[in-house]
């Protein structure tokens, strides 16, 4: 194409409050960002935003972070980027010695991509070679659970649980099997404690294991704590140490995937921490680097990387922008802002607080079933009984609802629908930085209420 048609194609107008971006929804433009300080976001129009869901559990450390910023600078400043199969870079090997340092036990390396898909892809390939690598070739089929999201590529798509985000692209995706998660408002029984229940429901994993034939699964795929699509379900105890315990009897490997429910989220740096078990590889990626740049890794186990190390040598798999050497010092930065400013122990602090007030201002809603999730990873499930724990009509968009009336009042929440099967059910999740306050969780709070009354009045349910 000449200059001159090019040129000429640059000038067509865009209609008036148009756009050539391909945005989320064909429907509307979101307001444009345009800066950033704390925990808050703010607009073109310089309207503020609370940012009480960290965009989707990401902004870990607000929009403003001083040192990483500067650690950014810096590493810009050396060189923004070096391809990895040329080299290495001192980020990248400072940032996989860190997360090693503080793994769960038996995690030995890193494998960086630059997102929680990209890690979730590495790990189910991962986990393919390393049964090829010591001679099982049949192990092929992966175990998820229901109500479950791994990514939106089509082998984490594959795996995950949510038939809504599946069903259309369903002639595309590899073949997995779905059991139960714990789902403990809706599916343990009166006649059960929580215990009991976890067992049951981990018993779905061998009955599923042993359908499939134990020689020919490759792994079980699950997160700690789920979020997006459930609305920040814990697991019972017990359940984590027995589902490590299958896996173990039948040669199938644990993925844990902490892409939302890890690097400090739930209160512990590793989300799996509180169940006191390892996973065989484990995905990260949102807090890791907090939204200053791009960035997921996969941690390995040992005994995963001997396999490959002593075998092949070489992991048939890469991406163009893995250990992208900004992004992995962007990521050293938050990990050690964490560390050193002892953050976690204000995830817990706050956490408390925020389950708290959710508690004392909608404990006893009208349209709220249920509070839960741990640490700043809470989750609030809306029914239109409280008594029979009915959902409202899917129809309604009750979440897509709360949404807008929330940000009108300048709070970000994290609505979802289809929070039961994919199509019934309603939750709002909310995973706010790790700097906030008692003042911050109070405003969050009330803004909260005060949309839920906007939505339920124009509903005629007020």
Known sequence: MTNASNSARSSVPIPNGGTRVLHRSSTSIPPRAVRGEGIYIFDQNGKSYLDACGGAAV??????????????????????????????????EELADELVASAPEGIDKVYFVSGGSEATEAALKMARQYFLEIGQPDRKYVIARRQSYHGNTLGALSVGGNMWRRKQFEPLLITASHIAPVYQYRDQRDDETPEAYGLRVAKELETAILELGAESVAAFVAEPVVGATAGALAPVPGYFKRVREICDKYGVLLILDEVMCGMGRTGTLHAIEQEGISGDLQTIAKGLGAGYQPIGAVLVSKKINDAIANGSGFFQHGHTYQGHATACAAALATQRAIKERNLLANVVKQGENLVTA?????????????????????????????????????????????????????????????????????????????????????????LFACALDDVFKAEGLA
């Open 358 to 446: 959710l508690q004392a201002k909608l404990g006893q809603h009208p349209f709220v079933g249920d509070i839960r999730g741990r640490g700043l990873f809470r989750g609030v499930e809306l029914v239109a009984d409280r008594e029979t724990k009915d959902p409202f009509d899917p129809t309604l968009k009750i979440n897509a609802k709360i949404k807008k009336a929330a940000f009108a009042r300048g709070l970000m929440a994290y609505p979802m629908g289809g929070t039961i099967d994919g199509v019934r059910g309603d939750h709002v999740l909310f995973a706010p930085a790790f700097i906030i306050d008692e003042n911050d969780v109070a405003k969050i709070v009330d």
């Open 59 to 92: 902004s870990c450390l607000g929009h403003s972070d001083p040192d990483v910023r500067a650690a950014m600078h810096a590493q810009i400043d050396q060189i923004a980027y070096a391809h990895s199969g040329f080299f290495s870079s001192d980020a990248m």
